[in-house]
Antibody, heavy 116, light 111 residues
Framework: EVQLVESGGGLVQPGGSLRLSCAASGFTFNTYAMSWVRQAPGKGLEWVSTFSGSGGNTYYADSVKGRFTISRDRSKNTLYLQMNSLRGEDTALYYC?????????WGQGTLVTVSS | QPVLTQSSSASASLGSSVKLTCTLNNRHSTYIIAWHQQQPGKAPRYLMKVEGSGRYNKGSGIPDRFSGSSSGADRYLTISNLQSEDEADYYCETWDINSWVFGGGTRLTVL
């Protein structure tokens, strides 16, 4: 059974940094693309970033490009999202997802709140 | 990049059927899309992928009541024999070479 468990969310001041983690199990982590998707309170889903399954290609939404960095540790089956220069509009529940042609598994999410 | 358009809300009676629509913009009208369900207070759940041909491929454990179809740039999610637990937000998703996009979501109310 696929399991994706996010952690690392919390309250951070504007301009601050946070690193999210997603521990993956139940599938061959190295062969699948992994992504982060976020949902602001009361809003819809927004794609944030994707790390390709093979190779090291990374992709970012324009709203986070230059501020967020996605990475993965294949030895730990873990996906990360380093978030710098955080803004109020980054406040959201951040989900870890598997796959790149349809996100076919979702974690439960970790909440990031950017506020002074 | 692709654009997906969904109605903001829909409603149908318990035990009836409902067909939700996700429309691709003209330039990307042949794209495959995925449907996701988000019940209140829960994480999204993957339902299926729907191709332009109308072929669909459901995720593991998705009930037979859920099906997909297509017509032109429209991709559909049909839910038959509506249950109370089907009351949820439904999002469509598609992807391009280096970007992924969601529709705005449809809130389904089961009457």
């Amino acid at each position: 059974e696929v399991q994706l468990v996010e952690s690392g969310g919390g309250l951070v001041q504007p301009g601050g940094s946070l690193r999210l983690s997603c521990a993956a199990s139940g599938f061959t982590f190295n062969t699948y693309a992994m992504s982060w998707v976020r949902q602001a309170p009361g809003k819809g889903l927004e794609w944030v970033s994707t790390f390709s399954g093979s190779g090291g290609n990374t992709y970012y939404a324009d709203s986070v490009k230059g501020r967020f960095t996605i990475s993965r540790d294949r030895s730990k089956n873990t996906l990360y999202l380093q978030m710098n220069s955080l803004r109020g509009e980054d406040t959201a529940l951040y989900y870890c997802t598997k796959g790149d042609e349809g996100f076919d598994s979702w974690g439960q999410g970790t909440l990031v709140t950017v506020s002074s | 990049q692709p654009v997906l358009t969904q109605s903001s809300s829909a409603s149908a009676s318990l035990g009836s059927s409902v067909k939700l629509t996700c429309t691709l913009n003209n330039r990307h009208s042949t794209y495959i899309i995925a449907w996701h369900q988000q019940q209140p207070g829960k994480a999204p759940r993957y339902l299926m992928k729907v191709e332009g041909s109308g072929r669909y491929n459901k995720g593991s454990g998705i009930p037979d009541r859920f099906s997909g179809s297509s017509s032109g740039a429209d991709r559909y999610l049909t839910i038959s024999n509506l249950q109370s637990e089907d009351e949820a937000d439904y999002y469509c998703e598609t992807w391009d070479i280096n970007s992924w996009v969601f529709g705005g979501g449809t809130r389904l109310t089961v009457l």
